[in-house]
């Protein structure tokens, strides 16, 4: 992994551990899901308008549909859409650290609903992952973290993992901004339809407002993407994925400088904690070292 792709690598996660924050003061002053629909909304088409520019087509595999619908209803609707209710209740630090559980579940569901073997390094992982998570849970639930968020965090949580299982590998097929813009646009239109039976569409607008929801649109909601694809492209996803570790960090961190939410002693032993959890697991997914050749054998690759 070259220092460029670890400098992408970083900033990825930075933008997408941003998010939280952004979306704490969103949903301060205006409804969580109508605020996440006109998000995605906007984002969407500004992602397909990409795709255009880039000569990327409608045309997509039945792969790509079946991947467009479901992370557009698991991923948008669900898992952010719970998010950002329960954003309304917790904080944006412990929304970001239960969020960023989602590969140790991504493994755990794996092994138990597919049937997949973990190497022991997963499995170290996943329960450095839950100890880790247990800690942050009992200390922030004691000092009065909100149940009711704090559950809804674990189910969107568990919806993109169980996106994440039954779509993988289904996006093949080149076109790939387009289907980014496609799943934004089919998680805008499931929260559009609920939004007006289950909350109030008061807004308080205020500057704060404006440069959040433009925040959330434009850097996790397309610059956090296309970079993603270009982080993946460059050293493939599993090696990509192995970012996820710094999720709590950052998550933490940004949502303490911005809001200025309390970090304890046990908040960042417990971060620490999963984010070695998670980068286990995400390691334990990278193949081993092929064996050496002699030089005179090895093929040619310049």
Same mark, same amino acid.
């Given at each position: 992994?070259?220092?460029?792709?670890?400098?992408?690598? $970083?900033?990825?996660?930075?933008?997408?551990?941003?998010?939280?924050?952004?979306?704490?003061?969103?949903?301060?002053?205006?409804?969580?899901? *109508?605020?996440?629909?006109?998000?995605?909304?906007?984002?969407?088409?500004?992602?397909? =308008?990409?795709?255009?520019?880039?000569?990327?087509?409608?045309?997509?595999?039945?792969?790509?549909?079946?991947?467009?619908? @479901?992370?557009?209803?698991?991923?948008?609707?669900?898992?952010?859409?719970?998010?950002?209710?329960?954003?309304?209740?917790?904080?944006?630090?412990?929304?970001?650290?239960?969020?960023?559980?989602?590969?140790?579940?991504?493994?755990?569901?794996?092994?138990?609903?597919?049937?997949?073997?973990?190497?022991?390094?997963?499995?170290?992982?996943?329960?450095?992952?839950?100890?880790?998570?247990?800690?942050?849970?009992?200390?922030?639930?004691?000092?009065?973290?909100?149940?009711?968020? $704090?559950?809804?965090?674990?189910?969107?949580?568990?919806?993109?993992?169980?996106?994440?299982?039954?779509?993988?590998?289904?996006?093949?097929?080149?076109?790939? *901004?387009?289907?980014?813009?496609?799943?934004?646009?089919?998680?805008?239109?499931?929260?559009? $339809?609920?939004?007006?039976?289950?909350?109030?569409?008061?807004?308080?607008?205020?500057?704060?407002?404006?440069?959040?929801?433009?925040?959330?649109?434009?850097?996790?909601? @397309?610059?956090?993407?296309?970079?993603?694809?270009?982080?993946?492209?460059?050293?493939?996803?599993?090696?990509?994925?192995?970012?996820?570790?710094?999720?709590?960090?950052?998550? $933490?961190?940004?949502?303490?400088?911005?809001?200025?939410?309390?970090? =304890?002693?046990?908040?960042?032993?417990?971060?620490?904690?999963?984010?070695? =959890?998670?980068?286990?697991?995400?390691?334990?997914?990278?193949?081993?070292?092929?064996?050496?050749?002699?030089?005179?054998?090895?093929?040619?690759?310049?």
């Amino acid at each position: 992994m070259d220092f460029r792709a670890i400098l992408m690598g $970083v900033a990825f996660v930075l933008m997408w551990s941003s998010a939280f924050t952004s979306a704490r003061i969103i949903v301060e002053h205006a409804p969580p899901m *109508m605020s996440l629909a006109a998000r995605f909304l906007i984002s969407g088409l500004i992602a397909m =308008g990409i795709a255009a520019a880039m000569g990327q087509k409608l045309r997509l595999t039945r792969g790509q549909w079946r991947a467009t619908v @479901i992370f557009g209803v698991c991923q948008n609707a669900l898992y952010l859409g719970l998010f950002f209710v329960a954003m309304q209740w917790i904080e944006a630090g412990l929304a970001s650290i239960i969020a960023s559980t989602m590969p140790l579940m991504v493994g755990l569901f794996g092994w138990l609903v597919l049937g997949e073997r973990l190497r022991p390094m997963a499995v170290a992982g996943l329960v450095l992952g839950v100890i880790g998570a247990a800690l942050i849970m009992g200390t922030r639930i004691s000092g009065g973290a909100d149940l009711g968020g $704090v559950a809804l965090c674990i189910l969107g949580t568990a919806a993109l993992s169980v996106a994440t299982l039954s779509a993988r590998g289904a996006s093949s097929g080149g076109n790939v *901004m387009m289907v980014v813009g496609l799943q934004m646009l089919v998680g805008s239109a499931c929260l559009g $339809v609920v939004s007006p039976f289950l909350e109030d569409w008061r807004i308080t607008w205020d500057l704060s407002l404006v440069l959040a929801f433009s925040y959330t649109v434009l850097v996790p909601g @397309i610059a956090a993407t296309f970079l993603w694809f270009v982080l993946v492209a460059r050293i493939g996803a599993v090696k990509a994925a192995t970012f996820h570790f710094l999720n709590p960090f950052f998550g $933490v961190l940004v949502a303490a400088v911005v809001l200025g939410e309390r970090i =304890g002693p046990l908040d960042m032993l417990g971060v620490a904690i999963v984010a070695a =959890g998670i980068l286990a697991v995400q390691l334990s997914k990278q193949a081993p070292a092929p064996a050496s050749v002699p030089v005179a054998d090895a093929p040619d690759k310049s």
